[in-house]
T-cell receptor, first 113, second 114 residues
């Protein structure tokens, strides 16, 4: 069985500050890891994913996440956040049952001016 | 591509009424998932289909909930009779079905049962 723990339910930060959203997972098999972002009144959309290869993965809008197998973590970071990054962020894990994903409870990132 | 299309976007109904939520997955995607999102329970997987066949419905709360996928381009989630505790946002997501990748979500159907 898989599980995902997002350690912070809410993260308030000031604009241009760095941010880290933490995610830990447990799984008995090889995993594939995802971060999704949900803007108000919208569905979830993929931010970035780790499938294999380099453990550091990056998104087009400056976020990055590092897969750490020994610590079973996949923390999301951004060195300088913008107001527009305000959203809810979900970490998810999937095994080889293609598509079936287990989601964390979400972290609400609020960027203040 | 139009993405995953869900309807209605908002539904307000009274307890005891039947509710039908609809989903059109991305063309060519072989798998379809129904999720429910609430403040208390987060995102819950209700049921998923592969090639129109239900594979895992263990997340369906109770017999009041049913889901069908009569063809590759359409799925419904029905609640009969509805109860106030069913109030939530229901998401449909589709998946290509080949290889490993992400889910593609619709914008959700917000259900309020009075």
């Amino acid at each position: 069985a898989q599980s995902v723990t997002q350690l912070d339910s809410q993260v308030p930060v000031f604009e241009e500050a760095p941010v880290e959203l933490r995610c830990n997972y447990s799984s008995s098999v090889s995993v594939y890891l995802f971060w999704y972002v949900q803007y108000p009144n919208q569905g979830l959309q993929l931010l970035l994913k780790y499938l294999s290869g380099s453990t550091l993965v990056k998104s087009i809008n400056g976020f990055e996440a590092e897969f750490n197998k020994s610590q079973t973590s996949f923390h999301l970071r951004k060195p300088s956040v913008h107001i527009s990054d305000t959203a809810e962020y979900f970490c998810a894990v999937s095994d080889t049952n293609a598509g079936k994903s287990t989601f964390g409870d979400g972290t609400t990132l609020t960027v203040k001016p | 591509d139009a993405g995953v299309i869900q309807s209605p976007r908002h539904e307000v109904t009274e307890m005891g009424q039947e509710v039908t939520l609809r989903c059109k997955p991305i063309s060519g995607h072989n798998s379809l998932f129904w999720y429910r999102q609430t403040m208390m329970r987060g995102l819950e997987l209700l049921i998923y289909f592969n090639n129109n066949v239900p594979i895992d419905d263990s997340g369906m709360p109770e017999d009041r909930f049913s889901a069908k996928m009569p063809n590759a381009s359409f799925s419904t989630l029905k609640i009969q009779p509805s109860e106030p505790r069913d109030s939530a946002v229901y998401f449909c997501a589709s998946y290509p079905g080949q290889g490993i990748g992400e889910l593609f979500f619709g914008e959700g159907s917000r259900l309020t049962v009075l």
